[in-house]
């Protein structure tokens, strides 16, 4: 069974930081491009970061830009997601998504979700003014 599960959410005030990965199981994800996504209340879900396969091409919303960094760890099988700065508009739950590296959708770029077809349950994160 594919799994992605991500941890490391939490509440923390304004100005601070966070760590979340997401740890993948039940196959190699080391050819799939990853990503971050978030979906705050009465929402769409939204990209907040990418990263290919080997790691070397990192795509973020502009809204995290500056603030945020994307990273994986292929022998762990894992990504991560840093956070700094925090601020209270991104308070949501955080999602982890995979695609199908090799037998990816290459006609969704890397910000948009349908292109990714392994999703974790996702992490809550809070942050408090």
Do not use: H
């Not at 491009?33 to 879900?45: D, H, K, S, V």
């Not at 894992?78 to 925090?86: G, I």
Request: charged letters at 20%; hydrophobic letters at 35%.
């Amino acid at each position: 069974q594919v799994q992605l599960v991500e941890s490391g959410g939490g509440l923390v005030q304004a100005g601070g930081s966070l760590r979340l990965s997401c740890a993948g199981s039940g196959r190699t994800f080391s050819s799939s491009a990853m990503a971050w996504f978030r979906q705050a209340p009465g929402n769409e879900r939204e990209f907040v970061a990418s990263i290919s396969w080997s790691g070397d091409i990192r795509y973020y919303a502009d809204s995290v830009k500056g603030r945020f960094t994307i990273s994986r760890d292929a022998a762990k099988n894992t990504v991560y997601l840093q956070m700094n700065s925090l601020k209270p508009e991104d308070t949501a739950v955080y999602y982890c998504a995979a695609d199908r590296g090799t037998f990816a959708n290459g006609s969704y770029s890397f910000r948009n979700l349908l292109r990714y077809d392994y999703w974790g349950q996702g992490t809550q994160v809070t942050v408090s003014s």
